[in-house]
């Protein structure tokens, strides 16, 4: 009955000049959707409010009213109000067009209570049923503001992968021991078994402390790969298990950030320790200091150098000092996609000749700027090459050669200084 009164007065209002004589013309509701906009505009939003509320008088089922509701609310402080408001207008919106603007709204209802994980999350569904690309930039122009000063930031990955050699076994079935006049017929295990690797993984990152030159994180990370074997390699090692080349790596440590006035240039500093855990068994103890930079360049390009120090020690693991040089470059290309390219050499030194070794790694990436199947795509080809100056095998040097296509759903993240 309020709202009923509240509405009636609010029409006579609009309806009355300023000297006091009726208008000839009587608003109708999308009128009086126009004024609450206005006032809304206009800094007004108690105004705004009260105009929403009287149409919602009218007509609960009124998705524009709850928009409006839900931002003038936002604009008053009544949190309460706003998020019970933009939750009413997501459960409404009928359109692609209504769900852009109610996730919309509901992310920046939530942003203002410092709820910016939930935000990012309504962000996302905005950039999922954004109307056209003009909406779609703006929705991830939100996203990313909105993650930038988030202090909590989790990342998942996960993935689907067949594999010729999960074990880093031969692909020969013999082999000549030092160079003796006949050769030693290897058991299964020892040669390359197929299957298939399902990777799972999880990242997050709470900001310890921030200014606008300089930041500093707390980081845990959790990746998983589990195997399962192909036909062939059960039959060539039957009391083999994918279970047996499992692998669950954790670390934790900090990294700190910080750039110059103009934002062109970051450098960075971050330490991490690590278990692996290999075949359900600890493996390996690790301890890891990261520096580099990363620098905006023109025309859009970025450049990124890292360096890295491991120590790898363990109940199981060869004990080894590792030496990485990471770089990466990416740019848009003229027709829209963007291209990013990266090269890492890796120096393992160990007394133990599986863990001694030199590798190259080179990678393409070109992420397309669009969608497939609704969700951003990167195709990738990656080349390794390792060498091992020891083979327990034979006389001589041991060559490894890996080339590796992808399809991600997802942007995959370039090689950088800041290891994310």
């Keep these: 009955m309020r709202r009923t009164l509240q509405f009636a007065a609010l029409c006579v209002a609009l309806c009355i000049s300023g000297t006091g004589q009726a208008r000839a013309e009587t608003l109708n509701a999308a009128d009086f959707h126009t004024k609450a906009v206005e006032a809304l505009a206009a800094g007004d939003a108690h105004t705004a409010l009260a105009m929403a509320e009287a149409l ?10 709850d928009l409006l509701r839900a931002r003038a609310a936002r604009e008053l402080g009544q949190t309460a109000d706003a998020l019970s408001a933009s939750e009413t207008a997501w459960g409404l919106a009928a359109t692609d067009l209504e769900r852009h603007a109610a996730a919309l709204v509901r992310a920046q209802v939530l942003s203002s209570v410092d709820r910016r994980t939930a935000a990012q999350l309504w962000l996302r569904r905005a950039v999922q049923y954004a109307p056209d690309p003009a909406s779609r930039a703006r929705a991830i122009r939100d996203f990313r503001y909105v993650r930038a000063r988030n202090p909590v930031s989790v990342d998942l990955r996960f993935g689907l992968t067949p594999r010729s050699n999960i074990n880093n076994g031969s692909v020969h079935s013999s082999a000549r021991l030092f160079d003796l006049p006949f050769e030693f017929q290897l058991s299964g295990t020892a040669q390359a078994l197929s299957g298939l690797e399902t990777s799972a993984g999880a990242s997050l990152r709470y900001r310890i402390s921030e200014a606008p030159t300089h930041a500093t994180d707390l980081r845990v990370s959790l990746d998983s790969r589990s195997y399962t074997l192909s036909k062939e390699a059960r039959a060539l090692a039957p009391a083999a298990r994918g279970s047996d080349y499992g692998q669950i790596n954790l670390s ?169």
């Design 56 to 65: 919602l008088a009218r007509d609960p089922q009124d998705f524009d009213a």
């Design 252 to 420: 934790a440590g900090l990294l700190h950030r910080w750039s110059d006035p103009t934002g062109r240039r970051e450098w960075l500093v971050g330490a991490d320790l690590g278990r692996l855990w290999y075949g359900g068994a600890p493996y390996a103890d690790v301890a890891r200091l990261t520096g580099g930079v990363n620098l905006a360049l023109p025309n859009s390009q970025r450049l990124s150098i890292a360096l890295t120090e491991e120590r790898n020690r363990g109940p199981l693991a060869p004990s080894s000092d590792v030496s990485r040089v990471a770089l990466g470059w990416s740019a848009p290309l003229p027709s829209g996609p963007m291209l990013s390219v990266s090269a890492t050499l890796t120096d393992s030194a160990s007394a133990t000749s599986s863990a001694d070794y030199r590798d190259l790694s080179l990678g393409l990436d070109i992420a397309p700027r669009r969608q497939f199947f609704g969700a951003e795509a990167t195709f990738s080809l990656d080349l390794r090459g390792s060498d091992y100056p020891a083979n327990p095998f034979a006389a001589g040097p041991r060559h490894d050669r890996e080339v590796a296509a992808s399809l991600w759903p997802c942007r995959k993240p370039n090689i950088s200084a800041s290891n994310p």
